[in-house]
């Protein structure tokens, strides 16, 4: 939604967990950023919230990838599909001792 | 979970050569008992102490997400997650963008990464404007139109350089571009720190605090007064004031209540857009039609009114009483009072690419229905809209939103 009228805080944890976790998989350096971000669209055929995770690195346009689910139920296996979209190649259980660090 | 408070924001932009590093300095040197961390681009010729200043450099990425295109700056979200590391040490962030910046993906950043989101909150976009230079650049370059569209608060600085008449202009044409900014001026960035920063530009109770007038709508006049008019004829004489000219419409059965005069207004809204009738000084007004006063000529100038029964009317008059004397005296030449008085916000001539509009709806509003308008509306014309402010009463919701 556009405008929303649930609190965004709440996913607080679970945004910085997405982050950490692709940062330690990836081994990504300082210069990277990831963003997540809950959203909705109002488009025909999208779930009613999203959870979009972007990487942005110096010059190279950034990928993005939307999960279908709020940020809370984001999961290993998410992620992985995340990485295996961007080009990276992380096993799952790897990703599920990342994510379950915390 | 204890939620520590979010810390405020401000961006400060400004062409080449505003001031916006003058006013930086006065912020950061002035007494204000705020510890203020400062991302800027590029180390300004002065320098800077007694602050945390971090130097980014521009990294501008375009992302699609939804429904929603927008550039964020992946600089200055790296820039911030670090400075969240060391929370302590500050309870405000400046960010000074480059002159040449569009200032749309630095605020944008504040709401496309959640984490952001929940620890700084933007209180408002500051832009210096070199009162000498401007009308150049505002021809030139994309950048600085853009500055202007977005700003809170504009300081229209450097006002020694230029004489009054042409600073009266410039102020008009800004107040067109953003309706919403609060105009300031200041000769070398000298405007005090309360008020710029804490701006709570997002804030209704605070906008509304410093702007009464901010949710009126426009009106093409700025005055009415209410007389009552016994049967015959009555002269109402004017001074020599601002204009060579006036228009006026007078409205017979007026009532005196805030809803009697707005019903006036929007009535006299229709009449306004009507070509107007010219009134030489000596001749009649008619009542009802929208009628342009001459006032050329030196010296008090008279005009008549004339009614056939007793009845009150409303003046809804292009400028205000005060600036040209209005008197209204009966055929014994008895002056006639106002019983009321109501000032209106003066609507602009619009000449610039760029402008503001304002939508004012009495009740709640359906917030699927809202949804779905605003979906449409960035879908089919977003890239034509700068920014976006409102204050929405949501049916079902105590809250307000901004």
Known sequence: MLINTSPRRANLASVRRIKDALFAALSL????????????????????VETVVALLRPDV?????????????????????????????VQTPTLVSLFQED | ???????????????????????????????????????????????????????????????????????????????????MKRRDKFDYVLVETTGLADPGPVAQTFFMDDEIRAEFSLDGIVTLVDAAHIEQQLGRSKESTEQIAFADVLVLNKTDLVDGEALDRLEARLRDMNRMAQVMRSER???SVDRVLNLGAFDLDQVLNRRPTFLEPEYPFEWTGVYTLDIGRHELSLADGPDPAMSLVVVSDQGTDDAALREGAEWC??????????????EMIPIGKHVNL???????????????????????????????????????GTTIRQEVERTWVAQHEHDDEVGSIAIERA?????????????????????????MKGFVSLAGESRRFV
């Open chain 1, 29 to 48: 350096p300082d210069a990277t950023t990831v963003t997540v971000t809950k959203l909705a669209c109002l488009e025909e055929g999208c779930a009613p």
């Open chain 1, 61 to 89: 346009p950034p990928p993005q990838h939307k999960l279908h689910k709020p940020i809370d139920d984001v999961d290993a296996e998410d992620l992985r599909r995340i990485c295996q979209v961007w080009g990276y190649d």
């Open chain 2, 1 to 83: 979970m204890d939620t520590p408070q979010k810390i405020p924001v401000s961006i400060l932009t400004g062409f080449l050569g505003s001031g916006k590093t003058t006013l930086l300095n006065r912020i950061l040197s002035e007494e204000h008992g705020k510890r203020i961390a400062v991302i800027e681009n590029e180390y300004g010729e002065v320098g800077i102490d007694q602050a945390l200043v971090i130097d980014a450099d521009e990294e501008i990425f375009e992302m699609s997400n939804g429904c929603i295109c927008c550039t964020v700056r992946g600089d200055l979200i790296r820039v911030l997650g670090n400075l």
């Open chain 2, 189 to 191: 960035a000298n405007v």
């Open chain 2, 269 to 282: 809204v229709r009449r306004y857009a009507e070509p107007a009738d010219i009134a030489r000084p000596g």
């Open chain 2, 294 to 332: 001459q006032l050329d000529s030196p010296g008090r100038k008279s005009f008549f009114l004339e009614v056939d029964t007793q009845v009150r009317v409303g003046l809804y008059a292009q400028h205000t009483a005060e600036e040209f004397d209005f008197q209204l005296t009966n055929a014994k």
């Open chain 2, 363 to 387: 009740g709640d509003v359906d917030p699927d229905r809202l949804n779905a308008w605003l979906g449409e509306l960035l879908r089919e014309r977003g890239v034509d809209i700068f920014r």
